[in-house]
């Protein structure tokens, strides 16, 4: 939530900035600014909207001059989206300007302090309170002004501070920052995806640690003040991996990818026909110490985990519930050292996940966390992580993100069934064997739905879609209908299909769509029942069936067809079309499809 972005080099700032800007868009785009020191003062440009908006403004930096700045995309939380509110903030005396991104909790007390003091206030935002705090403590060192400063907030914040004599600090505190090391310059940003197009060799700051950058050098401090060594990582992607590729957007690109993230994540892990994880490997008398496994997590992550709960279920015999990171974290939960915590997490920043896990392991679970990127705050706290190698994810609608935390809680599932020596060698064997398969059927799941943008041209005009289906096809449902609601804005959700009839179907009738998921066999003539029921009330229906199956195309008014997997792993292929049929029904309703209205791609606020 939020992107910020720092260079300090020897040539123009600005366009590093806003190129690094673009890459942090996902992050939130209600406003976008920068702010340049020249040497001698600050130069700022900010406006409301997409960062292409600054860009224009600035006729792409070229006015705002200067070789160390800082820069900002905006997800709104205290105050409006306008030109004001947008970031960077300014001191008084025009000697400091900060960007930020997280919440600083104790603002309003600050606020209050600093207004009886005479500072005067032009923003809503909690963030102006820093720039004020900046100057109050400014007495002709700028580095002990910020970590006074910094020691005065409450909450989560990384800071991008410059000062107009051409000083460049990064601070982080619960929310994302990572430096860059290059050759004669050196940046900072909230995701390497802005740092890849000049560095690979990055360090991830840690809680209470702040840096200062010059053109030469990047020192890290502790909070308080003592310079300190920290290990210089290597980015395992490269940049165009981060890029369009020639789709029209990284929602395509990303669903187009699912193969081959499929393949990225699951084949390192089975050497010689075994699953094996790097960084998870229990002794029997821990495992068999698990008397129950808590999923946690938001949005569609938490919706993998469901998936999760009813493959994990059957063949581990382990009871496993799925629980929102929000509240389960406020929830005084009952977990103990018998608890295995799986924590899932695209971002691996997401606040009310973290804040979940530490609740958790405070009560003495081990925590297991599955995630996408490396050297995140959930990686870092988990006691062992299984990271999906699904690459940079950009489009704020997960697609690859989810399909990858399925694939892990698959192997997980099956990796435990055996530990706990509940599977017969030939079922191993066999899910293995369906393991290797997955990345064909993702193809063959894209290439048989190859025409569903008709399907989307015809369907768009429905604005109640309900998302009907049993088991792990209800699971299914929960993201199909997250994805159709996110980027397309039309009324979507999913119901048990059992459940309709206690409340639901009463708002069923001619004028509603019915998304029936009918792949999962052993309840197909109950769910084939439910679409007569819902058809009886004047619904259209649309089916997603296993291919082959002709009985579904006597009672659905179209069929999405998927291949055949192991039933176990339906749900991969499944989703699929789900995501591509999302993608063209927002295409076809003029939606921004990879930067939908309200949301950000990593929530790193409550
Ligand atoms: C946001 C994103 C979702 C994501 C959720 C959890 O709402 O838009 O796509 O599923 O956060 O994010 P995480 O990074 O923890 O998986």
């Not at 009560?363 to 699904?390: E, M």
């Not at 069923?508 to 197909?524: D, I, R, T």
Request: hydrophobic fraction near 40%.
């Amino acid at each position: 939530m939020c992107g910020i972005v720092g260079f300090s080099g020897t040539r123009e700032a600005a366009a590093v900035l806003i190129d690094g800007l673009r890459r942090l868009e996902y992050r939130g785009y209600d406003s976008a600014g920068i702010a340049v020191a020249d040497g001698s003062a600050i130069n700022m440009a900010k406006v409301k909207g997409y960062v292409k908006n600054l860009s224009e403004l600035t006729h792409d930096g070229a006015d705002i001059r200067g070789q160390i700045g800082v820069g900002h995309t905006r997800w709104a939380t205290h105050g409006a989206p306008n030109d004001v509110n947008a970031h960077p903030h300014i001191s008084s005396d025009g000697r400091f300007a900060v960007v930020h991104n997280g919440i600083i909790e104790n603002y309003a007390l600050l606020r209050q302090e600093l207004t009886k003091k005479g500072y005067a206030f032009v923003s809503d935002t909690d963030t102006e309170v820093v720039a004020h705090l900046l100057e109050m403590y400014y007495d002709g060192d700028e580095k002990k002004a910020v970590m006074k400063a910094a020691a005065r907030l409450e909450g989560s914040y990384s800071l991008g501070i410059i000062c107009a004599g051409g000083r460049l600090f990064a601070v982080r505190e619960q929310s994302p920052l990572i430096l860059g090391l290059g050759v004669g310059e050196n940046y900072f940003a909230s995701d390497v995806a802005a740092l890849v197009p000049h560095t690979k060799n990055v360090i991830y700051l840690d809680d209470g640690e702040f840096a200062e950058l010059t053109p030469e050098a990047i020192t890290v401090y502790d909070v308080r003040g003592r310079a300190i060594d920290k290990p210089v990582s290597k980015v395992a992607w490269d940049v165009e991996a981060a890029e369009k590729g020639g789709y029209e957007h990284f929602m395509l690109k990303e669903i187009m990818e699912q193969p081959a993230c499929f393949k990225a994540t699951v084949e390192p892990r089975i050497k010689n026909g075994r699953i094996e994880f790097e960084n998870f490997d229990l002794s029997d008398q821990e495992l068999r110490g698990i008397r129950r496994i808590v999923v946690t997590a938001c949005g569609s992550a938490g919706y993998a985990g469901q998936v999760g709960r009813y493959v994990i279920e059957e063949l581990c015999r382990i009871p496993v519930s799925v629980e929102l990171a929000s509240e389960l974290r406020y929830r005084n939960p009952i977990i103990d050292s018998h608890t295995l915590l799986v924590v899932i997490s695209q971002s691996g920043e997401t606040a009310d996940t973290i804040a979940a896990l530490r609740e958790c392991k405070a009560r003495g679970a081990r925590v297991l966390a599955i995630v996408n990127v490396v050297g995140s705050t959930i990686a870092k706290l988990a006691d062992h992580v299984i990271y999906t190698w699904a690459g940079p994810e950009i489009a704020v609608a997960t697609t690859k993100g989810y399909t990858t935390q399925v694939a892990v809680l698959d192997m997980l599932a099956i990796y435990l069934a055996d530990r706990l020596g509940l599977m017969e060698k030939e079922r191993y064997d066999a899910l293995v064997d369906a393991l290797h398969a997955m990345p064909g059927k993702l193809q063959r799941a894209i290439d048989l739905n190859r025409n569903i943008h008709k399907l989307a041209k015809r369907l768009c005009k429905y604005n109640d879609i309900y998302f009907i289906g049993r088991n792990l096809d209800y699971a299914v449902c929960m993201e199909g209908a997250l994805k159709l609601k996110e980027i397309s804005y039309i009324f979507a959700e999913a119901y048990a299909a059992g459940e309709l009839k206690h409340g639901t179907i009463a708002l069923v009738e001619q004028g509603s769509l019915v998304v029936s998921l009918a792949c999962y066999e052993p309840l197909f003539d109950k769910t084939m029942s439910n679409i007569e029921e819902v058809k009886a009330r004047g619904a259209e229906v649309l089916a997603v069936a296993l291919e082959g199956n002709r009985k579904i195309l006597s009672k659905a008014d179209d069929v999405i067809f998927v291949p055949r997997t192991e039933p176990l792993f339906n749900p991969i292929a499944q989703i699929v079309p789900l995501q591509l049929f999302a993608y063209y029904v927002a295409k076809e309703r003029g939606c921004d499809i990879d930067k939908p209205k309200n949301l950000a791609k990593s929530v790193t606020v409550e």
